[in-house]
T-cell receptor, first 113, second 112 residues
Framework: DARVTQTPRHKVTEMGQEVTMRCQPILGHNTVFWYRQTMMQGLELLAYFRNRAPLDDSGMPKDRFSAEMPDATLATLKIQPSEPRDSAVYFC???????????FGQGTRLTVV | AQSVTQLDSQVPVFEEAPVELRCNYSSSVSVYLFWYVQYPNQGLQLLLKYLSGSTLVKGINGFEAEFNKSQTSFHLRKPSVHISDTAEYFCAVNNQGGKLIFGQGTELSVKP
């Protein structure tokens, strides 16, 4: 059963600490999305990649957030330093073509205290 | 730039009643349209999609949606809802370049 895997599922950290979230896209998928979900803002697109290259990261705060794909099986989203306003659920999704649906992981619930 | 507007943030409805969740989009180019459902503490899963062809699209769990290009709408409907349909529903648009943008979501609450 192919699925997008995100780790960790939950993370509580102190303000100022570095946070790394990982995503394993479905094997063979060449598009990876990172979304942030909050009550106030809903689902915001932070960045997306095609064939490991970033196509758009305009939704991401550049001063503290970074997203990479070290290889085709791993996508990472880092926050350094973290702040309480970064508390949210972060979703990774993957797709096999630019025009078909995205398959979502279960999300990482981040709490910054 | 593309955008999606879901006109209702919350929709309460009684079990076995029909429901319509509204979605409007804006884009300067042709788009693909999607509806996703999110159950509590879960990721999103696809209900249905419109890529081309027939404007009436049928999805899982008895849902369907109609693409109306002139009104730039993609409303989701179900003729008879169940308690288990209680969830948050998201409309999304892809501008064919791969950028997938979501609306704010509509919380569907089905009451017995």
């Amino acid at each position: 059963d192919a699925r997008v895997t995100q780790t960790p599922r939950h993370k509580v950290t102190e303000m100022g600490q570095e946070v790394t979230m990982r995503c394993q896209p479905i094997l063979g998928h060449n598009t990876v999305f990172w979304y942030r979900q909050t009550m106030m803002q809903g689902l915001e697109l932070l960045a997306y990649f095609r064939n490991r290259a970033p196509l758009d990261d305009s939704g991401m705060p550049k001063d503290r957030f970074s997203a990479e794909m070290p290889d085709a099986t791993l996508a990472t989203l880092k926050i350094q330093p973290s702040e309480p306003r970064d508390s949210a659920v972060y979703f990774c999704a993957s797709g096999d073509r630019g025009d078909t649906e995205a398959f979502f992981g279960q999300g990482t619930r981040l709490t910054v205290v | 730039a593309q955008s999606v507007t879901q006109l209702d943030s919350q929709v309460p409805v009684f079990e076995e009643a029909p429901v319509e969740l509204r979605c409007n989009y804006s884009s300067s180019v042709s788009v693909y349209l999607f509806w996703y459902v999110q159950y509590p503490n879960q990721g999103l899963q696809l209900l249905l999609k419109y890529l081309s062809g027939s404007t009436l699209v049928k999805g899982i769990n008895g849902f369907e949606a109609e693409f109306n290009k002139s009104q730039t709408s993609f409303h989701l409907r179900k003729p008879s809802v169940h308690i288990s349909d209680t969830a948050e529903y998201f409309c999304a648009v892809n501008n064919q370049g791969g950028k997938l943008i979501f609306g704010q979501g509509t919380e569907l609450s089905v009451k017995p």
